[in-house]
């Protein structure tokens, strides 16, 4: 009420008999101020208008600020104010070009389409799937038209043999890619045309050097313990011939060589137990057989050395030697008719050294022959 006691206090002070208006100053007329008949009755009736006036506005003004309707409004309006007065603090844009991009989502990219190729619909998963499992199957061929579509040409069979091959009048060099044991076997060739036997250090430096890179190669331990036997190096020749077997148990060169070593060592019955290890095929490891009979006869079993040179002579009958063997197992398991004719055939055999011809000689002069 206060506000309406100021502005009446106002009013009272401002009052005069003739005032100009701002219409009348707009339009230049002077209005007399009518003749006041009730003056007091009139300015009563003013001062109680203009009460019941700013009651009204107060009351709008009360009931706007407490209105639910009128608190959302407010909410509503104030959103484009903050968003308004955002831009006012950035700087402008013509002095720094901001290096964040406003808009966040990702751009999109159009597709030219190429010219000649017609755009092919892209299948289902599913699809695509049994398509390709039917082309592989039936060996269909898809060949692509000049104006981009795929034209299938089907039943057409692929042929393995000249699919491959490479066109008319070219070259294909294929590499040559050697296994291990066809590497060892061209160095130990090497080795045969190479080294020359009055270097027998230089071969067997370099059949070491093959053996420790291909253990697997059997000829090329073979001949390296042969030379080692043949510069007196048993020791390990055998220790190259036990690890040998452990890699191919029952080899029958590897058997022999060892029988070599103990027989060198006077070690008989290690040498026949070597042997008897493995039973190879006589025609083709007649020597293995041969050192068999004489270790049976050097351990008193002529009867097993009797049979074993009779097989042997089967394959080769005129090997002196053997017949040499054969007759001494005869004469002393006391067949003498068959040890004489035994000695005859060795006496004509060739390659006999001068004692075997002394003792065959003797023997025929013993049993009257």
């Not at 005032?19 to 109680?48: D, I, K």
Request: aromatic share 6%; with cysteine.
């Amino acid at each position: 009420m206060s506000v309406i006691n100021d502005m009446l206090k106002d009013l009272e002070r401002r009052r005069a008999p003739e005032v100009m208006s701002g219409a009348e100053l707009l339009a230049g007329v002077r209005v007399t101020a009518p003749e006041r008949v009730g003056y007091n009755g009139y300015y009563a009736l003013a001062a109680l208008l203009l009460c019941a006036l700013l009651l009204c506005v107060w009351l709008g003004a009360h009931w706007g600020r407490t209105s639910p309707a009128a608190q959302q409004m407010t909410q509503q309006a104030k959103v484009p104010t903050v968003a308004q007065a955002a831009p006012a603090r950035q700087q402008p844009a013509q002095a720094v070009a901001s290096p964040v991009p406003t808009n966040t989502s990702l751009p999109v990219m159009s597709l030219t389409p190429v010219k000649g190729l017609a755009p092919v619909a892209e299948p289902e998963p599913a699809a695509a799937e049994a398509t390709v499992a039917t082309a592989m199957a039936e060996g269909v061929v898809a060949a692509t038209a000049a104006d981009g579509t795929i034209a299938t040409a089907a039943a057409i069979p692929i042929d393995a043999s000249t699919a491959l091959l490479p066109p008319e009048g070219v070259l294909r060099k294929t590499p040559v890619v050697l296994n291990t044991m066809q590497q060892a076997e061209e160095r130990y060739q090497h080795v045969l045309e190479t080294f020359a036997q009055d270097e027998p250090q230089a071969t067997i430096d370099e059949l070491q050097r093959i053996v420790s890179a291909f253990p697997l190669h059997q000829a090329s331990r073979q001949m390296l313990v042969e030379c080692l036997l043949g510069q007196g190096q048993d020791k390990q020749a055998e220790a190259l011939l036990k690890y040998g077997l452990e890699l191919a148990p029952g080899h029958a060169p590897y058997l022999e060589l060892l029988a070599h070593v103990y027989v060198g060592r006077n070690q008989y019955p290690l040498a026949l137990e070597t042997l008897l290890i493995a039973q190879p095929e006589m025609a083709s490891h007649t020597n293995y057989y041969a050192l068999l009979a004489a270790v049976y006869e050097h351990q008193r079993q002529y009867a097993k050395a009797a049979n074993v040179y009779s097989a042997l002579l089967q394959l080769q009958p005129a090997n002196a030697v053997w017949w040499l063997g054969l007759a001494i197992a005869l004469e002393i398991t006391e067949q003498p008719q068959q040890a004489v004719e035994a000695y005859k055939k060795a006496e004509l055999g060739e390659n006999l050294q001068p004692q075997m011809q002394l003792y065959i000689h003797k023997r025929l002069s013993v049993l009257g022959g």
